[in-house]
């Protein structure tokens, strides 16, 4: 059983276009985050979900939307692609906050 | 912000024990520090935790000074499969922010 899976794990996609990423986690847990690591490694912290609510937002674009339908699902909706959106992102998932799940990533690369 | 500052890379050899270091100057109060471990094509996976003086468990241990303006990951007796990049991470004063550190690669040579 995966604890927290992505979808899809590759996407490959144009300049412009509109594009989702899948989040879902098995843990049972309260919160769940969505993170960036570029092409250098940094992994910076996007939004996380609480019981629905947002409690982060890192000022990150507003092309970016998180939308979490429930408790076990926190996705991510990117409008009007850029080349500088290409990165990994991570999906991850905590009860405790600091010991935190992460998912595989999902490989974004803008053309 | 509590930012935190780890060695960019670090070389081993196998069955030698590796500390990694990361200081936090600025750490609050009632911030944890928290250490990941990410291999490459994979999210980072949770290493280890602590507040204060030294934890263990069955993959490493953790020192931190009365300070807690620094602390040491060690790993024992590492193994080629201990190849991969570590971050420190130290909560930012309250619950809801978390700064990732540089990272530090560290490569396990037979």
């Known amino acids: 059983d995966t604890a927290v899976s992505q979808t899809p794990k590759y996407l490959v996609t144009q300049m412009g276009n509109d594009k989702s990423i899948k989040c879902e986690q098995n843990?049972?847990?309260?919160?769940m985050y969505w993170y960036k690591q570029d092409s250098k490694k940094f992994l910076k912290i996007m939004f996380s979900?609480?019981?629905?609510?947002?409690?982060i937002n890192e000022t990150v674009p507003n092309r970016f939307s998180p939308k979490s339908p429930d408790k076990a699902h926190l996705n991510l909706h990117i409008n009007s692609l850029e080349l500088g959106d290409s990165a990994v992102y991570f999906c991850?998932?905590?009860?405790?906050?600091?010991?935190?799940?992460f998912g595989p990533g999902t490989r974004l690369t803008v053309t | 912000l509590a930012k935190t500052t780890q060695p960019i890379s670090m070389d081993s050899y196998e069955g030698q024990e590796v500390n990694i270091t990361c200081s936090h100057n600025?750490?609050?109060?009632?911030?944890?520090i928290t250490w990941y471990q990410q291999f490459p094509s994979q999210g980072p996976r949770f290493i280890i935790q602590?507040?204060?003086t030294k934890v263990t468990n069955e993959v490493a241990s953790l020192f931190i000074p009365a300070d807690r303006k620094s602390s040491t990951l060690s790993l024992p007796r590492v193994s080629l499969s201990d190849t991969a990049v570590y971050y420190c991470l130290v909560g930012d004063g309250g619950y809801n922010k978390l700064i990732f550190g540089a990272g530090t690669r560290l490569a396990v040579h037979p």
């Open positions: 843990l049972g847990h309260d919160t």
């Open positions: 602590g507040y204060k």
């Open positions: 979900y609480n019981n629905k609510e947002l409690i």
């Open positions: 600025n750490i609050a109060t009632n911030d944890y």
């Open positions: 991850a998932s905590s009860q405790d906050f600091y010991e935190q799940y």
